[in-house]
T-cell receptor, first 114, second 112 residues
Framework: DQQVKQNSPSLSVQEGRISILNCDYT??????FLWYKKYPAEGPTFLIS?????DKNEDGRFTVFLNKSAKHLSLHIVPSQPGDSAVYFC?????????????FGQGTRLTINP | DAGVIQSPRHEVTEMGQEVTLRCKPI?????LFWYRQTMMRGLELLIY????????DSGMPEDRFSAKMPNASFSTLKIQPSEPRDSAVYFC??????????FGPGTRLLVL
């Protein structure tokens, strides 16, 4: 039972354009969502998060949108840069406090073309 | 801070051998997590500790897997005996209160 799904294994975007990565979840108890970025041979690094009390969170070129009724979140990167090429993981947890037990999606490989 | 440190970075062993993976969390962090990444199952949580105490080991696949945290600065994940299907990248992560998780670089394990 995959509780967090990233249905696009890969995405290719031209430099300077907007990259949109999508994530769906099935567990309505999730109330905290995160995006991690992973380069080859490195561990995932935290990018941005959003609590279920919000529907948008912005940090520089990165914006995460949350649609609770659809159980869907998305990550927008604008403008996309070559250094953004990486695998992006969506993750969800049941509480921002405590352990933050994360459930990860399968990841989307983003390639930014010059 | 050096971040989360894992060793070894790569491990190649033969089926049946014991494997020990090591992790040093970020100083001051009171949660430590062990994850496994495979092509089939993605990134999945195996076990986590709070203040050196194992809290949830429901993700540990079998009794062949065990984890310990003897002090706040060191944890081990042991596989005994190892099997080819244990081949994966194993990540350790730590977090402090009101923070997100910081991951180590991972240990790539290959069991022949």
């Amino acid at each position: 039972d995959q509780q967090v799904k990233q249905n696009s294994p890969s995405l290719s975007v031209q430099e300077g354009r907007i990259s949109i990565l999508n994530c769906d979840y099935t567990n309505s108890m999730f109330d905290y969502f995160l995006w991690y970025k992973k380069y080859p041979a490195e561990g995932p690094t935290f990018l941005i998060s959003i609590s279920s009390i919000k529907d948008k969170n912005e940090d520089g070129r990165f914006t995460v949108f949350l649609n609770k009724s659809a159980k869907h979140l998305s990550l927008h990167i604008v403008p996309s840069q070559p250094g953004d090429s990486a695998v992006y993981f969506c993750a969800a947890s049941r509480s921002i406090q405590g352990a933050q037990k994360l459930v990860f999606g399968q990841g989307t490989r983003l390639t930014i073309n010059p | 801070d050096a971040g989360v440190i894992q060793s070894p970075r790569h491990e190649v062993t033969e089926m049946g051998q014991e494997v020990t993976l090591r992790c040093k969390p970020i100083s001051g962090h009171d949660y430590l997590f062990w994850y496994r990444q495979t092509m089939m199952r993605g990134l999945e949580l195996l076990i986590y500790f709070n203040n050196n105490v194992p809290i949830d080991d429901s993700g540990m696949p079998e009794d062949r897997f065990s984890a310990k945290m003897p002090n706040a600065s060191f944890s081990t994940l042991k596989i005994q005996p190892s099997e080819p299907r244990d081949s994966a990248v194993y990540f350790c992560a730590s977090r402090g209160r009101k923070e997100t998780q910081y991951f180590g670089p991972g240990t790539r394990l290959l069991v022949l």
